[in-house]
């Protein structure tokens, strides 16, 4: 029989756009920064204004300046802060949201809101709360009696925090939600019968609920991992990177590097190291989710 | 089994949860309404005595939102209706068909969705830039007119069509577009408005990549216009000006999702089936 030619063209002609926009923004733009990473190239010196090969040059440079030495630590620390924190919060809102009560719409709203919220938006309101005075934060330290931390995101010590806070607000309903579809699907009998057995509460969300939502969690822990490194819009807002380099995280550095002092090699080597770090999360993650569930 | 008390308790702990979290928009809400002659004070940050529109009619007229809102409108709008188109056909031809490297391109797109494109914004721009489409609401958009979470997500659905109804449409004598037209994409509603829910509000409130490649209030969209604002020298901390330019930013797409919660919510949820 053999179909004619015309519908095994077809196929290809149907997945060529996607295929197309996916190679020229998404594999074209990796070789490029593998590339122009291996080169010299500053559009503000003169000298360097062509690029020039540097070999690991770029790295090198990177590895052995302090501030970049600050930022990997920044945002070391703040996705050890964000991540568990933000999950734990997560997990402990859908247990609370989970079962039928009054107003529940309304409490599930409340918590889930700031999701739709564009960052920036929130960054602006959370901005005022962080002023020193009148400022919300200060004002309720203030009602506990404590006259302390006056201006948050201007204190090197408070200023990473301030970010984690906001970023933690965002995103605690979004990682609930996940939450709370698992466990809306659990198997209602297998916890009946846990509780027939005088399995306490804690013992049972330990033993029970989170082997059973498992997947949930791996899943939801990688789009926070993953959510962490590539949202820096309230470091623009709030600190941009400062008080002296304390709170700037790596895509705001590499913003920095790449548009502010126009390193175009050293940006593509921030690009490399950016894309090494998401890549090898997201496969590791991939792999052990897929392996685990068999 | 449930104690009254638990149930209480779980209320009250659930109230207080929720009045935290809703403080920021409530502020903002508020504040843009106070009356820029009333300062603001330890214990009178809310509301200001009697409401006023100065601080919405300061803020627009110091920046050009309605601008802002037509560049976001339409980078929103171009990146959705191509994503739908470009994805349900590539999402069709990987359902339907079997051919010979299906597999091998199947697993190239999904890539984009191992590497946040984020991550790739300084190539990116070169392209953009060697494209000649700097500064343009085309230049924002194009990047992400082919979408591997689209594709993923409606080649699931269309999986789901049975193959019997498939075989009698070819019968029929119908056409590949006609299936895709009368078969599968019907079938496919709510994921096609979960999908269009989560990439609208994405890229509405995406705001890195459009600082980066716009430059002239021409192109810019919302989110990157108010930080621009926030930045201005004579706005300082005027907070209810900036709450109503927050305000602006906000609240459409925030009543949006108001008035549709729940696929809203579902296409929140479908970016997690990734």
Known sequence: ?294 | MKSRLATALRFSALLVLSVLMALPLVWAFLAALRPPEVPFAAGNVFFGGYLSFENYQKALSLAPFAQYYWNTFCQVGAILVVQIGTASLAAFAFARYRFPGDKVLFTIILLQMMIPSAALLVPNFSTIRFLGLYDTVAGIALPFFGSAFGTFLLRQTFLAVPRDLVDAAAMDGCRWDQELRHLFLPSAQASVAAFALSSLSWHWNDFLWPLVITQSETARPLTAGLVRFTQMGEIGAQWGLLSAATMIVTLPLFVVFLIFQKPFVRGYLSSGIK
Request: proline share 5%; charged share 10%; net charge positive.
């Open chain 1, 1 to 294: 029989m053999g179909a004619p030619r015309k519908t095994k063209l077809l196929p290809y002609l149907l997945v060529a756009p996607t295929l197309l926009f996916v190679l020229v923004f998404t594999l074209l733009p990796l070789g490029e920064a593998l590339v122009g990473s291996l080169f010299k190239q500053r559009l503000n010196i003169p000298k360097f204004q062509d690029p020039v090969f540097f070999g690991l040059g770029n790295f090198a440079d990177l590895f052995g300046d302090p501030d970049f030495l600050q930022v990997l630590a920044n945002t070391g620390l703040y996705v050890v802060l964000f991540v568990p924190l933000s999950l734990a919060a997560a997990l402990g809102l859908a247990l609370l949201v989970e079962e039928k009560l009054r107003g529940i719409a309304w409490f599930r709203l409340a918590l889930f809101h700031p999701t739709v919220l564009p960052l920036v938006s929130a960054a602006t309101v959370w901005m005022f709360f962080f002023t020193p005075e009148y400022g919300l934060w200060n004002q309720a330290l203030h009602l506990l009696g404590y006259s302390g931390p006056q201006n948050w995101t201007g204190n090197p010590a408070l200023a990473l925090g301030s970010l984690v806070l906001v970023a933690f607000w965002k995103n605690v309903g979004f990682f609930m939600l996940f939450f709370l579809a698992g466990l809306q699907n659990l198997d209602r009998s297998a916890l009946e019968a846990a509780r027939l057995d005088g399995a306490g509460g804690f013992r049972m969300l330990r033993t029970i609920v989170l082997p059973l939502i498992r997947r949930q969690t791996v899943f939801v822990t990688s789009i926070a991992f993953i959510g962490a490194f590539q949202t820096v819009d309230h470091v623009f807002v709030l600190t941009q990177g400062g008080p002296s380099g304390s709170s700037s995280l790596l895509l705001f550095h590499l913003w920095q590097v790449r548009f502010e002092r126009l390193n175009v090699g050293q940006g593509d080597a921030v690009t490399v190291l950016l894309v090494a770090v998401l890549l090898a999360f997201t496969v590791t993650n991939f792999f052990w989710g897929e392996h685990r569930e068999k």
